[in-house]
């Protein structure tokens, strides 16, 4: 069992920075990819951004390339995202989700455990 647990959102005005955090516990972290989705209102939930276990590899959806950033601190258990240069369409609930295989999709379903979400508001 793993359980994940957001941090970091809140409120900005376009162009500012966030950095949210998700702190897992449970299974062995390091080995297995973490990533990042994000759902607007009325909107399908997204991929942002993946991590994998091992070399740490990193993957962008091509709306957040340049501006947002995925690290992890295996020490720590945290996978963090920064986000730089922020839009308003940015705005939505960030989940992280984990992945129990070493492949990294960015399809919604493969991921096993789910974080509750933290909310993004990004003013224009």
């Known amino acids: 069992q793993v359980q994940l647990v957001e941090s970091g959102g809140g409120l900005v005005q376009a162009g500012g920075s966030l950095r949210l955090s998700c702190a897992a516990s449970?299974?062995?972290?390091?080995?297995?990819?973490i990533a990042w989705f994000r759902q607007a209102p009325g909107k399908e939930r997204e991929f942002v951004a993946a991590?994998?276990?091992?070399?740490?590899?990193?993957y962008y959806a091509d709306s957040v390339k340049g501006r947002f950033s995925i690290a992890r601190d295996n020490a720590k258990n945290t996978v963090f995202l920064q986000m730089n240069t922020l839009k308003p369409e940015d705005t939505a609930v960030y989940y992280c989700?984990?992945?129990?295989?070493?492949?990294?999709?960015?399809?919604?379903?493969?991921?096993?455990?789910w974080g509750q979400g933290t909310q993004v508001t990004v003013s224009s």
């Open positions: 449970g299974r062995t972290f390091s080995r297995y990819p």
């Open positions: 991590i994998s276990g091992g070399s740490g590899s990193t």
């Open positions: 989700a984990a992945r129990m295989k070493l492949e990294v999709p960015t399809l919604p379903l493969l991921y096993d455990y």
